[in-house]
Nanobody, 123 residues
Framework: QVQLVESGGGWVQAGGSLRLSCVASGRIIFSFNAMGWYRQAPGKQRELVADISRGGGSRNYADSVKGRFTISRDNAKNTVFLQMNSLNAEDTAVYYC???????????????WGQGTQVTVSS
């Protein structure tokens, strides 16, 4: 089994910043896995926000967060981060991290998910 634990969510005013963290443990060689951050807003489907390759050299972002969010990882600490700047009300959602892989250049999620961390942006 793989455990993913997210933290760092909270309430912030529009224009503010938050940094999310996700620590992986269990039956995983963290550095062998691409990682992704997803979010799910009320009444909406879960969407991929950002993903990062095993070594961190390749990063991809949803158009809605480009230039505002930065994904990074620390393989020595089995941790992936999501730095979120210039937050707005549309960023309000539960944020989840995920292990995955790239297939034909696209990030594909595994079945391992954390419990999520709530981000609420007040306008």
């Amino acid at each position: 089994q793989v455990q993913l634990v997210e933290s760092g969510g909270g309430w912030v005013q529009a224009g503010g910043s938050l940094r999310l963290s996700c620590v992986a443990s269990g039956r995983i060689i963290f550095s062998f896995n691409a990682m992704g951050w997803y979010r799910q807003a009320p009444g909406k489907q879960r969407e991929l926000v950002a993903d990062i390759s095993r070594g961190g050299g390749s990063r991809n972002y949803a158009d809605s967060v480009k230039g505002r969010f930065t994904i990074s990882r620390d393989n020595a600490k089995n941790t992936v981060f999501l730095q979120m700047n210039s937050l707005n009300a549309e960023d309000t959602a539960v944020y989840y991290c995920n292990t995955g892989m790239y297939t034909s250049g696209r990030y594909v999620s595994s079945n391992y998910w954390g419990q999520g961390t709530q981000v609420t942006v007040s306008s």
